[in-house]
């Protein structure tokens, strides 16, 4: 098993997943970081969903694919990827519950590590939402080691795509600034260098197409035409 870094280490606490949908998905999205769950980041989640393989990777709760069980239901396989076998185990017991029928994979490993042979060039989709905040460094150079390594895993007509609390160029309400100082000192963030134009670099560094946007103090990305391929 891969050491697990306080990115994500405080997942493995108990309290933390059972409170992270309410806490962060709904209370912290609406009011706090200003992108709501439920009305903007659950419909990008789903509108990019492919159709053979998703790969989504940092998974949490695994709220987002398990609310995209109807999206989901042509996809044959999903793969999930975490470096916290934590999270891995309660996303895909999470989706099973929903009513996924298809194949569900686990890898237990760092994004910053290139994905096992076996998953390059598989992926129609690859997601990562709300992870990118939570590495060690900051953007464009920790944004583009892990784009460089999921590039590998999408197929040349795949897409990837997410989203991440930025901490930089961006106005973060009082609300804000106290829980960036709290997350940030504890490690569960490290996101206060992290701006938009250093991250749509890193993505056209290994993509051709590339779409970002900003809602909030969040940004929303799409990168399609990996240049490796
Ligand atoms: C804030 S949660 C995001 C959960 C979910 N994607 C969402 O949007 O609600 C961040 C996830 O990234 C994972 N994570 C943190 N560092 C990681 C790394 N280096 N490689 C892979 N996963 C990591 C954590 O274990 C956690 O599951």
């Known amino acids: ?19 992270y949908d309410f806490w962060v998905l709904y209370i912290t999205n ?21 159709e053979s393989a998703h790969l ?17 239901a042509k996809t044959k396989n999903v793969t999930l990827l975490d470096l916290n076998p934590d999270t891995l185990e309660a996303s895909e017991a999470r989706i099973r519950g929903a009513g996924y ?18 998953l390059r060039e598989k992926f129609d989709s690859i997601s990562t ?32 795509y997410g989203s991440t609390v930025l901490g930089k160029g ?3 309400n009082w609300a804000g600034r106290i829980l960036m100082r709290l997350y940030n000192r504890a490690g569960t963030f490290s996101n206060y260098d992290d701006g938009v134009e ?17 809602l909030g103090v969040v940004a929303l990305f799409v990168a399609r035409r990996p240049r490796s391929i």
């Open 1 to 19: 098993m891969p050491p697990i870094h306080s990115s994500a280490r405080v997942y493995s606490l108990p309290f933390v997943l059972r409170t």
């Open 30 to 50: 609406n009011w706090i970081w200003r992108c709501s769950t439920r009305t903007v980041l659950l419909p990008f989640y789903q509108k990019h969903i492919g």
């Open 56 to 72: 989504d990777v940092g998974v949490g709760t695994g709220y987002l694919p398990a609310n995209s069980i109807e999206r989901l």
């Open 101 to 118: 029928k298809g194949v569900i994979d686990k890898v237990n490993q760092s994004a910053f590590d290139p994905l096992p042979q076996s």
């Open 129 to 160: 939402f709300y992870m990118l905040h939570c590495l060690p460094g900051s953007f464009p150079l920790k944004a583009s080691s892990v784009v460089a390594n999921l590039a590998a895993g999408l197929t040349p007509g795949g897409v990837l």
């Open 170 to 172: 961006v106005q973060h």
């Open 198 to 214: 250093d991250l749509e670099n890193a993505l056209k560094e290994h993509f051709e197409d590339v779409e970002v946007t900003q």
